[in-house]
């Protein structure tokens, strides 16, 4: 097991620590745009940003610490208490409705949403079965069989929550999982199938869903409309040009932009920072996704191996959907950009993600 006094992978810690502060100066200036859309104050956001801040700090903190080991003995149970979390929405006098869906938890001093604990306590859960059934991952019994299992569970609650985006960045995380398993190709191909039906059962019994696909594929037919976001948001990319406006310049977030601390908040980034500030956020991912592939390769542990490259795959996959929605190239979606986006839950559970790759590298770092 990894030494409490093992160093974290360096690589990895300044990619995390630049994400971070980075996203938190963005968050601060698309932040200024709440002035001009009355609600919630300025300060009051920044705070509520600032306290989640310091908590995915400590979480950082705790579980660079605890060895991983635990995780993986406790998969199941952290997975299972997820879902019963998750079941949670289902009633009124705790759910909160906001957007069209009830995604969040109201104990009254705070909310939460559930569904970002539901995608790390899933990584955990699978890293675990796959380190389980290493030997028999090839069969249909342990390796199409357990995904469709789970897809079957996870897609009655999210579906039922209208919370479609969860379920196929859970969906496609697990995919690609199982494939880098050794899963066969057939098996993968038909996991691959059986979410597209899904996500297509979705667009044709949903109308708020196809509307999105209908947007995306003319978003100027409507642009006072369903297509003001997207157009609002290419308005904001295009006003940065080069260079862009400066910091806290962005004029899109005043008024015009919706949700420029949600999921809007690239495109304010973009119109501040410009092309070349664009650029360097993108690269910022990518360089964090490498430092953690790079975490995975280099553990001989088949569950820290797993549990780290999954987390990398889901940081890929959301803050893909949510730059490629920002700049038109899918349909919208309500995906928060990791690090970046207002949200608290996300904060927490992202950095307390990078804890546990953080305790992976120690074990890591033992073994080079």
Not at 114 to 134: C, G, N, R, T
Not at 157 to 163: E, F, G, M, P
Not at 168 to 180: D, E, K, N, P, W
Not at 270 to 296: C, K, W
Request: charged share 10%; net charge positive.
């Amino acid at each position: 097991m990894a030494s409490r006094t093992a160093p974290i992978d360096k690589f990895f810690l300044v990619s995390v620590s630049t994400l971070t502060i980075f996203g938190f100066i963005i968050f601060l200036s698309a932040s200024l745009g709440l002035l001009a859309q009355g609600g919630a104050s300025f300060g009051s956001i920044a705070m509520k940003q600032t306290a989640s801040l310091l908590l995915g700090v400590a979480s950082f903190y705790i579980f660079s610490r605890i060895k991983y080991s635990w995780l993986q003995k406790s998969a199941l149970f952290i997975f299972v208490g997820a879902v019963l979390i998750n079941l949670l929405l289902f009633l009124p006098q705790l759910s909160h409705y906001h957007g069209g869906a009830s995604r969040w938890i109201d104990l009254g001093l705070f909310s939460f949403q559930p569904s970002e604990l539901l995608k790390i306590s899933f990584i955990i859960y699978l890293a675990a079965w796959i380190h389980f059934a290493k030997d028999k991952i090839t069969s249909i019994k342990y390796g199409l069989l357990v995904y469709s299992i789970l897809m079957v569970v996870l897609g009655a609650l999210l579906l039922a929550q209208r919370d479609t985006d969860t379920f196929v960045i859970i969906c496609a995380t697990g995919i690609i999982m199982f494939f880098v398993a050794g899963v066969p190709l057939k098996q993968i191909m038909v996991a691959v199938i059986l979410m597209v039906a899904l996500v297509f059962g979705v667009l044709f019994t949903r109308p708020y869903a196809m509307q999105r696909v209908q947007t995306f594929l003319n978003h100027n037919q409507d642009t006072q409309g369903a297509g003001y976001q997207i157009n609002q948001s290419l308005i904001a990319i295009g006003s940065g040009q080069i260079l862009g406006r400066g910091i806290g310049q962005s004029i899109q977030k005043f008024g015009y932009l919706p949700q420029p601390t949600d999921d809007s908040i690239f495109a304010v980034a973009a119109e501040e920072f410009g092309f070349v500030g664009s650029i360097v956020l993108i690269a910022m991912y990518i360089l964090l996704a490498i430092s953690i592939f790079r975490i995975s390769i280099n553990t001989k542990d088949i569950f820290g191996s797993f549990v780290a490259f999954g987390i990398a795959i889901l940081v890929i996959i959301e803050s893909f959907l949510n730059i490629a929605a920002m700049l038109g190239l899918i349909p919208l979606s309500g995906v928060p950009l990791l690090f970046v986006s207002h949200g608290g839950t996300a904060l927490i559970i992202s950095l307390a993600a990078m804890g546990i790759v953080a305790n992976v590298s120690k074990k890591s770092y033992n073994t080079r």
